[in-house]
């Protein structure tokens, strides 16, 4: 009997974190830019969801490799590669992206080859390299 009751008090408190964290956590105070509440799970997914936000046309096309478009888009369309990690077709924020490290550091690493001014042909093909 008290195994059982220890075994609901360690139910209650890790759904009382995940309501927390869900519904309890929100975006901080000095978020110009109106991200989501879970862009801000590290600094890594905060970059990735600005970088997506301002620079659509960036991850506009080049493959996502997670898997993500057959599982946690739940059907929705991802026709748009890395772009449909972060942001969805009528640009409201999806919590994909923040929740795949693999998306975010590859959202990131097509920042980075942006800077560096390579076309998104060679972006596409280094992405794609990574994974073949």
Known sequence: MKNKWIISIGIFMVLLLITFFVFGN????NNPDNLPPYAFINSQAKEAYLFAKN???S???VNCH???MKIVHNGRLHSRGLLDCFMKPNEE???HGANCKMCYVD???VKKMINKGKTKEEIKKII???YN
């Not at 929100?26 to 105070?29: D, E, G, L, V």
């Open 26 to 29: 929100p975006a901080p105070k």
């Open 55 to 57: 620079n659509p046309d």
């Open 59 to 61: 991850l506009n096309g």
């Open 66 to 68: 997670c898997g993500c």
């Open 93 to 95: 924020f999806d919590s």
């Open 107 to 109: 959202a990131l690493e």
């Open 128 to 130: 794609d390299s990574k």
